[in-house]
Structure formats: C-alpha cells, structure tokens
C-alpha cells in the first residue's frame, strides 16, 4: 500500500488570515493524518502476513495428505514404517531449512546461483523477508522430500531417507528455488536485472522447483536400489503389488487437495495488491481465479484418469483416479495464476494421458515405484512447465509479474516462443542439477550398503524387523474364540467341467 504524506507548510496556506497560528494547526492535522496512514500501512503488513501464514498451515496440512496415501499404497507390513519417515521428512526438514536451506534459497543479496545470508534466520525479519515467507518456504522444501519417500518405500534402510531428506531440503531443493524464485536467481521472472530470454521462468508455485525436483530424485533412488522382491516375475512381466488401504489412499489425496489451496493461490504471498485503485479487481482476484484453475485441472485429469484406465483395464479403479488427480495439480501448478480457466481444463487432459503414458514406460523398462511418485510428479510437473509457456496470457503475466512491459508470455496466445525456450532450459537445468547431486548420493548409499534393506528384511516387512511390530493389532485366535468369530483360510476349489 502507497505511503500518504501530509506536508504542514503546505496545509498551512490554505488557512485563512485571521486563522490563530495556523501552522500549528496544520501541524496537528498533518500528524493525525499521518497516524491513520501508518495504521493502514500496519494493517496491510499484517493482512498480507497472515494470509500467508494461512498458507503456510495449508501447505503444511499436505504432510498429512502424503502420510495417507503413502501409508494406503504400501503393503500393511510396512506402513508404520513409511509414516515414519514422513514425519521425519518434516522435522529433519525443518531443522536443515532452518539452518542452510532458507539461506540458500533466498539469501539476497547474492549472486545468480546461490543465496548467501540468512542462515540460521539471522537478521531475520527484514522488508523483504519475515518469519511467515520462512515457514511458507519450509512446507515447500519438505514437500519435495516427501514426493521422493513415496517413489522409494517399501525396501530403503532407514539412515538412507534421513540422509537424502536433510541433503534435499538443506542444498538441493533450495538451490532450485534461488534460480527461478529468487530475486538474485540467473532464471527468476522476478529478477529485475537481465531475464533469461527477456521473460526468466514462470514456474509460479513449482512444476519444475518442487514437483520435478522431488519427482527425479525419486527416480534416481528407485532406479538405483531396483524392483521391490515380486514386483515383476521371471518373465519380465508386471506383478501388481497393491496397497492396503484404498480408504487410506482416498483420505489422503482430499487432504492434498484441501492443502493445494494454500500452495498454489498462497504463492502469490500477498493477497491486498490493488492492480487499479479503488477497484473491485485486484490480487484478491488473481488469488480465486488461481483456486478455480487449480481445482478445473485436477477434476479433468482424474475424469480422464477414470475413463481411459477403464478402456484399458476393464475396471473403474479409484486409486487411478486419485493419482490422476494429483497429477493434473501437479501440471498446474506452473501457470495457475497465469492461464484461463479453460485452458486449466487442457491441461489436466494432458497431464492424465502423460501419467498414464509415463506408468506404462515404467513398466516396459521394470521401474518400479510404489506411488508413481517420479511418473507423477516428474512427468507431470515438466508438462505443467510446457503448458504456462503455450498457454499465459499477456494481462495476467504483466498483473503477476509488474515492472517489465512487453514481458513475452504464452506461444499459443500469441506472445512468442521465448517463454517457451526459457522453460525448456529450465527442465534441462532441472534434469542436470538433480542427476548431478541426488544421483550420485544415492549410488553412494548404495555402494555403502545403506540403501536397500536385506531381502529377509523386505519379506517379513520393515514393521516387524525394523519397527518393533506390525502398525495394525490383529487378534489371535484364542480372541477371536472368545468374541465368537472364528477365521480360517478359504483354499480355492478346482471345478471339474462335465
């Protein structure tokens, strides 16, 4: 919000002749003026903040949501395990973002490639920084990491997710962050020196920095510690290794969903930015608009989902769906401040046809990923990267991105293909820097045999071996005599045709 000022000499000639010490008089008023501007000034830092506090809460309400669908698409013996390391995602997150990440992020100021200030929140708050963007920031980082937990669950060692997460959250993710969203980073659309290509990178809430990161770190994990035991037989052919809770699976993707609602409209981080004065339509606007795209890109990408699987598979199957869903969230979340309603319904469409694509790749080439987590985010995120640079529209980049007219925005509306080249650079820079560090932690791992856990560990289930017991009480059979409920294995019969 603009400052007013209230100048006394100035209001003092205004006053009459016969008026009494007319400069004491503006004096006064000048003051008083001035004490209800900064009430409003006070009033915008604090809205502004709380929003994106909110927002943070939102974001944060995600683990949740991943907790669930990773504990529901896991097999039972091993779902204490995986919401372990969920919770642990977030608090060796918290303490490594706390102490490097943030810096490292958004440090400025700093040179293109990384953050240099900040750490350990030092000097913290400042006019461009606060402890809310801090918190809104490490629900982001930990997000990543818990995309990778779901593509390596169910036979990594436990040390492994402990040393990836803390590395991930503490260097990887955040270098990412400073290139495309930090003022200082070589690639920011809101770098206000020299933008790539004259336009920088619209990856407005993380397509390429959260989704992609997270997405190709699972897939180096997966890639180098192989199958889990059954998930394809001696023929090649896939094994379907289902999860356990379908309940579990559905519960966690409507958490996800709920949280997507402070992760793509709160990365706006301010909600009370008039684009006109005094007019109906402002920031407020583009904040309800990105939850309609938001919501229009996932509901067409699980609809998708749902059908062509039944064409495929003969089954109407809800956990395709859901992972559907999220995958068109996922593709979204580049441009959904940027784009129009309609064009959020394409990129859902897409977004369906790209994971069911990407999944039937992983199976011809026996990758195995209990979630789909790379699949999903690592495909679906670089289409979403794409799709803002063919479908931005000039007004909404020029609303969210102030202060350069005649910025370049969406090929298919007309604005050119710069955009377009500055996001193909950013998902090769994306694919080298991931490959560069996480793949080289994880062969590490894996050559120091702190990565995969012992076949007779992944038989029994990491619950029991490593866990101290199943997450589920099941009752014996000397209960089960008591209640009145007797169990029994039903062996299936051969039918003899006459």
């Known amino acids: 919000m603009a400052s007013q000022s209230c100048s006394a000499a100035q209001l003092a000639s205004f006053f009459g002749p016969n008026t009494t010490n007319a400069t004491g008089a503006a004096e006064y008023i000048c003051s008083q003026f001035s004490g209800v501007s900064d009430r409003f000034t006070d009033t915008s830092f604090a809205v502004d903040s709380t929003y994106l506090l909110f927002s943070a809460y939102l974001v944060f309400s995600m683990q949740l949501g991943f907790a669930m669908l990773c504990a529901g698409s896991v097999r039972a013996k091993n779902t204490m395990n995986i919401m372990l390391t969920n919770v642990l995602d977030a608090a060796a997150g918290g303490l490594f973002y706390y102490m490097f990440g943030y810096a490292f992020a958004f440090g400025g100021p700093s040179n293109g490639f990384i953050g240099k200030h900040y750490f350990g929140l030092k000097n913290i708050p400042t ?19 818990g995309i990778t937990s779901g593509s390596i669950a169910e036979r990594t060692q436990f040390v492994a997710y402990l040393i990836y997460s803390s590395f991930l959250t503490g260097f990887v993710y955040p270098v990412v962050s400073h290139w495309f969203w930090s003022p200082d980073g070589w690639a920011s659309a809101f770098n206000t020196g020299d933008l790539l290509f004259g336009s920088g990178v619209i990856d407005f809430a993380g397509s390429g920095v959260v989704h992609m990161v997270g997405g190709l770190a699972g897939l180096y994990g997966a890639l180098i510690e192989g199958p889990r035991i059954g998930r394809f037989d001696h023929g090649g052919r896939a094994v379907s290794l289902r999860g356990h809770s379908a309940s579990l699976v559905v519960l966690g993707t409507f958490l996800l969903w709920f949280g997507w609602y402070g992760f793509n409209p709160g990365s706006f981080n301010r909600i009370l930015v008039p684009y006109v004065s005094g007019n109906y339509y402002g920031q407020w606007s583009a904040v309800g608009r990105t939850a309609v795209t938001t919501t229009l890109a996932g509901c067409t990408a699980a609809l998708t989902t749902l059908f062509v699987k039944r064409i495929l598979s003969g089954h109407w199957n809800v956990t395709d769906v859901c992972n559907g869903l999220l995958g068109g969230f996922a593709a979204i979340t ?23 694509s990407c999944n039937k790749l992983a199976e011809k080439v026996k990758f195995d990923d209990p979630l789909e987590a790379a699949q999903l985010h690592g495909g679906c995120g670089a289409w979403g990267v794409i799709f803002t640079a063919l479908f931005a529209t000039e007004d909404y980049v020029n609303q969210v991105y102030p202060g350069k007219p005649g910025r370049p925005y969406g090929l298919f509306m007309g604005g050119g293909g710069r955009l377009l080249a500055a996001h193909i650079i950013q998902i090769l820079v994306i694919i080298g820097w991931v490959s560069a ?18 076949e007779d560990d992944e038989l029994a289930g990491m619950d029991l071996t490593r866990h101290g017991g199943f997450a589920y009480a099941y009752e014996d059979d000397e209960d089960a005599h008591k209640h009145g409920i007797q169990m029994r294995r039903i062996e299936p019969t051969s039918i003899t045709p006459n």
């Open 334 to 356: 580049a441009g959904c401040s940027v784009v129009e309603p309609w064009a959020a319904i394409i990129c859902g469409f897409v977004a369906a046809l790209v994971l069911i």
């Open 437 to 454: 560090t996480m793949g080289p932690l994880f062969f590490i791992l894996h050559k120091l045999k702190l990565l995969r856990i012992s």
């Open 127 to 145: 006019s461009s920084s606060d402890y809310s963007s801090f918190l809104y920031q490490w629900a982001f980082a930990i997000a990543a990491a």
